[in-house]
C-alpha cells in the first residue's frame, strides 16, 4: 500500500481546534511546541476518525435498507475497512473485510473484481498482525486472480507478488520466497510507468537482502 501524500498544513479556525481535540482526548492536548507536520498528522488522524464513524453508520444503513446484493453495501464495507487499515486498527479491518468477502463470495462468487481488492488488501492486515500462514493463503488467492483476469504484469499481479515475499520470508520458506522474488523481478523489468524505477529498487533491495539471509 502506497503512502498516502501528507495534505498542506491547515488554516487556524474552530473546525481545526475540534478535530485537534477529537485526537488528543481528555485535555491531553499536545505542547505549544507542535510542530506543523505534527499538527497535520493529528489533524488527518481526527478526520479519518470521523469519516470512520461515518462509515460505520452508513454500512448499518445500508445494511439494514438495501438487498444484499446491492453494489452500495459492498462499497461502503471496502472503503470502512481501508479507513480501519489506515487507522491501524486491524481487528476491526480484518473482520470488516472478512465480512465482504463473505457476502460477495456468497452473491458475487468468488472471482468477482469486488473481491479481488478485499483480498489483496486482507492479506496485508493479516501481515501486520503477524498471521503470515493466513496472509500467505489470502495473497496466493490474489496473486491466482490478476493471473486469470488481468495481464501478468497487472500492478496487481505484481502486488500480490510482492506481498508474498515478505510473507513466505517470515515463515522461513526462503526457496519459494527466491521464485517469487525472481518473479517479481522479471516483472518490473518489463513495466512501464511512473512507479517502475521505485518498484524496480524496491525489488533489488529485497534480493539482496534475501542472499544475506540466506548465508
Do not use: C
Not at 123 to 131: N, S
Amino acid at each position: 500500500m502506497r503512502r498516502r501524500q501528507p495534505t498542506p498544513s491547515p488554516s487556524s479556525s474552530d473546525n481545526d481546534g475540534y478535530a485537534i481535540a477529537q485526537a488528543f482526548p481528555d485535555d491531553n492536548l499536545p505542547s505549544p511546541s507542535i510542530t506543523a507536520q505534527e499538527y497535520v498528522d493529528a489533524l488527518n488522524h481526527s478526520k479519518l476518525l470521523a469519516v470512520k464513524d461515518l462509515f460505520v453508520k452508513t454500512v448499518a444503513d445500508r445494511d439494514a435498507t438495501l438487498e444484499s446484493t446491492n453494489i452500495l453495501l459492498f462499497r461502503a464495507l471496502h472503503t470502512l475497512a481501508i479507513i480501519y487499515a489506515e487507522l491501524e486498527q486491524w481487528q476491526n479491518a480484518e473482520s470488516t473485510y472478512k465480512k465482504l468477502l463473505a457476502e460477495s463470495d456468497k452473491i458475487l462468487g468468488p472471482d468477482s473484481k469486488v473481491a479481488a481488492g478485499a483480498v489483496s488488501n486482507l492479506g496485508k492486515v493479516y501481515e501486520q498482525q503477524g498471521k503470515h500462514e493466513e496472509a500467505e493463503t489470502i495473497l496466493r488467492r490474489a496473486k491466482l486472480w490478476a493471473g486469470n483476469n488481468l495481464e501478468g504484469e497487472s500492478p496487481q499481479y505484481l502486488g500480490a507478488v510482492q506481498g508474498l515475499i515478505p510473507v513466505l520470508t517470515k515463515q522461513g520458506k526462503l526457496g519459494e520466497t527466491e521464485k517469487m522474488l525472481e518473479e517479481g523481478l522479471t516483472l518490473v523489468r518489463k513495466m512501464s510507468g511512473r512507479f517502475k524505477e521505485e518498484d524496480t529498487v524496491e525489488m533489488e533491495a529485497v534480493a539482496k537482502g534475501l542472499v544475506a539471509l540466506k548465508k
